[in-house]
């Protein structure tokens, strides 16, 4: 074994939909939210990186077997998990056009509820997700932008 290689991780996790599944992932980080802690990981089943919250998450005995670290998939992880959990685990997307600066729409909406894009000097867009649609337009938690909102399914699973 080379003296890079880490020891993987096995696991019982709930997801946000409440189904209970075994994980095996090789971790890469841990990243918070500012109001919870998630792991940051290449899951092994799934041939892909995923991100677990840390309070779903039950550790499972004996741990997985070692590997190479593999390249991270994005330089910031802090905005990587930030699309994760505020787009990525729903059936609907919606980017919000709020009608104030981006700088503003940061102070206001928290990064769990979405991603912040600047669109010019007066306006940005806010890129967020829900299990359900809605026929009314939602500002999550900006209730005192302006703002304008369209949804459509999530085509990725």
Not at 19 to 36: C, K
Not at 57 to 67: I, L
Not at 68 to 73: K, N
Not at 138 to 143: D, R
């Amino acid at each position: 074994m080379g003296e890079h290689e880490r020891e993987g991780v096995r696991f019982d996790y709930r997801g946000h939909d409440g189904a209970e599944s075994t994980r095996t992932v090789e971790p890469h980080r841990l990243v918070h939210t500012g109001r919870r802690w998630y792991l940051v990981a290449w899951d092994v089943d799934r041939a892909d990186w995923r991100t677990y919250r840390m309070d779903r998450m039950v550790r499972r005995a004996p741990t997985g077997p070692r590997f190479r670290p593999r390249e991270a998939p994005d330089v910031d992880l802090a905005d990587y998990l930030s699309r994760g959990v505020t787009t990525g685990a729903y059936r609907y997307r919606a980017r919000i056009t709020l009608h104030v600066p981006a700088a503003t729409a940061a102070e206001l909406v928290p990064p769990t509820i979405g991603v912040i894009e600047a669109v010019d000097d007066g306006n940005c867009l806010l890129h967020t997700g829900r299990t359900r649609s809605t026929n009314s337009p939602s500002t999550s938690g900006c209730s005192t932008c302006r703002a304008r909102c369209t949804s459509r399914p999530n085509s990725s699973p």
